[in-house]
């Protein structure tokens, strides 16, 4: 999304491979009751302390109570906690929670590192098993808020100011009647990733802006003896390749707000569009008539994967993905890949990158004492000034801590811009390769849509069906699988939601 993005700490930040590996494709299964792990550090880990001073001072926007609990014992289960597999990171979050601690020795915080997806989380909510603090895609806040599964926070989001801290398009997403129910933790963007010298080598710049044109340089840069298409996607079916054909569609024409309409008291199918058949009839064209796609349907991580070794020249992906791929591919040259904004299907037309992400929540069924803990736990770790230093330094003696990706911007204001400027300082990936599409955020040329907010999973599920066909079948009729794919959808899933 942007060099702008928000200050994550780096302990979340270690975790974000994670949850976006799953965001937005398909659903998983259920899981196991959680196991709460102790709060026992390894004792053979160390994490070095700060080293390096900020070019900027960054805003303190948080105060810190003086209890908790009113000093009462209490302890809370949080997500986020690093698998025993990440000994550096496993590391820095017990240090974490040990300050934490210290400040407030009431509480006792234990951890899991159990990862989001929706089906394996409603199992949770089936067994009692949800998390003092856990986080949802973007996608489902609503679903939480109307199940009763998340808690208000916001007397402390607004006695914070923190409402005037956060970019309001993100904040209001687990928002409902004025009240905040999440708090977002990170956030990605859609684009074009390509290889600038692939493209140079034909004499291109960058991804062509507008879709015809982005047809033919695609053609251009298809090498099949040498093993290279000139475009990919996450095509593997199910969510995943709805999600993506999604943030296709928005820039034939689709909205967010046509996805799924509220007329008459119920919820009705709208994505059954022009907009929508367009973008299919265009997959359909690259697949059977340019001929510009991989032979295989590449899915989340063998999509960049074909950008990384070379078997791709220009892929849509998530912003962040760059940190799976330098870490997943060190060899790989990190300076040879741009992020440039989707293309458009008229010149002139503002592009539209779909946004999404993970959002923190506090359980409704915790007792109030482990609401608040759980609470200023996560404001803790995303906002206190010295763990944000700390976390950029520690980021500096872990290769696999990745700094600078293309996110949206998390903030509005002073604070969004010396975050940035902090990032900059540590950023550990080319920032100024992404500049075509992170000027575009700012300057306003791309606009950002979120993620469809009621039935989201599903419908991409559905959506991502109907290229699969598309994809595997020549003769297959968009329009017919289309109509067919909208109707199964609005009896099986928008008829059974109770508005």
Same mark, same amino acid.
Request: glycine share 10%; proline share 6%; net charge negative.
């Given at each position: 999304m942007?060099s702008?993005s928000?200050?994550?700490s780096?302990?979340?930040v270690?975790? @974000?491979?994670?949850?976006?590996?799953?965001a937005?494709?398909?659903t998983?299964?259920?899981?196991?009751p959680?196991?709460?792990a102790? /709060?026992?550090?390894?004792?053979?880990?160390?994490v070095?302390?700060?080293?390096?001073?900020? *070019?900027v001072e960054?805003?303190a926007v948080?105060?810190?109570?003086a209890?908790?609990a009113?000093?009462?014992?209490v302890?809370?289960l /949080?997500?986020?906690?690093?698998p025993d597999?990440?000994a550096f990171?496993l590391s820095?979050?017990y $240090?974490?929670?040990a300050? %934490?601690q210290k400040?407030?020795p009431n509480?006792?915080?234990k951890?899991t590192?159990?990862?989001?997806?929706?089906?394996s989380f409603?199992?949770?909510v089936?067994?009692?098993q949800?998390?003092?603090?856990?986080?949802?895609?973007l996608?489902d806040p609503?679903?939480?808020i $109307?199940?009763g599964?998340?808690? $208000?926070i916001t007397?402390? *989001?607004?006695?914070?100011?923190?409402?005037k801290?956060?970019n309001?398009n993100?904040l209001n997403?687990?928002a409902k009647?004025?009240?905040?129910?999440?708090l977002?933790? %990170?956030?990605?963007v859609m684009?074009?990733?390509?290889?600038?010298q692939?493209l140079?080598?034909k004499?291109f710049?960058?991804?062509a802006?507008?879709?015809?044109? %982005?047809?033919?340089?695609?053609?251009?840069?298809t090498?099949?003896?040498a093993? @290279?298409a000139?475009?990919s996607? %996450?095509?593997s079916?199910?969510?995943g390749?709805?999600?993506?054909q999604?943030?296709?569609?928005?820039n034939f024409?689709?909205?967010n707000?046509? *996805?799924?309409?509220?007329?008459?008291?119920?919820?009705?199918?709208?994505w059954?569009?022009q907009?929508?058949?367009?973008?299919?009839?265009?997959?359909?064209q690259?697949?059977w008539?340019?001929?510009v796609l991989?032979?295989e349907?590449l899915g989340?991580?063998t999509?960049?994967?074909a950008?990384?070794?070379g078997?791709?020249?220009m892929?849509?992906?998530?912003g962040?993905q760059?940190?799976?791929?330098?870490t997943?591919f060190p060899?790989a040259d990190i300076?040879?890949f741009?992020f440039?904004?989707?293309p458009?299907?008229t010149?002139?037309?503002k592009?539209?990158?779909?946004?999404?992400?993970?959002i923190?929540?506090v359980?409704?069924?915790?007792?109030a004492d482990?609401q608040e803990?759980?609470?200023?736990?996560?404001?803790f /770790?995303q906002?206190d000034v /010295?763990?944000?230093?700390?976390s950029y330094n520690?980021?500096?003696?872990?290769?696999?801590v990745?700094v600078g990706?293309?996110?949206?911007?998390l903030?509005?204001?002073?604070?969004?811009?010396?975050?940035a400027?902090?990032?900059?300082?540590?950023?550990?990936l080319?920032?100024a390769n992404y500049?075509?599409f992170?000027?575009g955020?700012t300057?306003?040329s791309?606009? @950002?849509s979120p993620?469809p907010?009621?039935?989201?999973?599903?419908?991409?599920?559905a959506?991502?069906?109907?290229?699969?066909?598309?994809l595997?079948d020549?003769a297959?009729?968009?329009a017919?699988?289309l109509?067919?794919?909208v109707?199964t959808f609005?009896?099986n899933v928008l008829d059974?939601l109770?508005?």
């Open positions: 942007k702008r928000k200050i994550l780096l302990f979340a270690c975790a @974000v491979a994670l949850l976006v590996l799953a937005c494709g398909p998983g299964t259920a899981v196991a959680i196991e709460p102790d /709060t026992a550090k390894p004792a053979d880990t160390a070095p302390e700060p080293t390096v001073e900020p *070019i960054l805003p948080l105060t810190m109570p209890q908790i009113g000093g009462r014992p302890e809370i /949080t997500v986020l906690k690093p597999s990440q990171q820095g979050w $240090d974490q929670v300050r %934490f400040l407030y509480v006792t915080i951890g590192d159990y990862a989001y997806t929706p089906d409603a199992a949770l089936a067994g009692g949800v998390p003092d603090l856990f986080e949802v895609y996608t609503g679903k939480m $109307d199940q599964i998340a808690a $208000d007397s402390v *989001i607004k006695a914070q100011g923190l409402d801290v956060f309001p993100v997403i687990s009647d004025g009240k905040y129910y999440g977002p933790r %990170f956030a990605y684009g074009i990733a390509y290889n600038i692939m140079a080598d004499g710049d960058a991804p802006a507008t879709w015809a044109d %982005f047809a033919a340089q695609a053609k251009a840069l090498n099949r003896d093993g @290279v000139g475009f996607f %996450f095509a079916g199910g969510g390749t709805g999600w993506h999604t943030g296709i569609a928005y024409g689709l909205a707000t046509d *996805i799924v309409k509220l007329e008459g008291g119920k919820y009705v199918a709208g059954g569009n907009a929508v058949l367009d973008s299919l009839n265009y997959m359909k690259l697949r008539t340019d001929d991989p032979r349907n989340w991580d999509n960049a994967q950008l990384a070794t078997n791709a020249a892929i849509m992906m998530a962040d760059f940190n799976w791929m330098h997943t060899d300076n040879n741009g440039a904004p989707m458009v299907k010149a002139g037309d592009s539209v990158s779909l946004a999404g992400g993970n923190a929540m359980s409704a069924t915790a007792s482990e803990a759980a609470l200023w736990w996560r404001l /770790t906002f /010295t763990e944000i230093m700390r520690n980021a500096k003696n872990d290769p696999t990745i990706a293309p996110n949206l911007p903030y509005v204001g002073d604070y969004q811009e010396k975050s400027a902090l990032q900059a300082q540590f950023a550990n080319p920032i500049a075509i992170m000027d955020i300057s306003g791309t606009v @950002v993620e907010l009621v039935a989201g999973q599903d419908y991409y599920a959506l991502g069906t109907v290229v699969s066909t598309i595997s020549a297959a009729d968009p017919a699988l109509a067919e794919a109707a609005q009896t059974l109770v508005i």
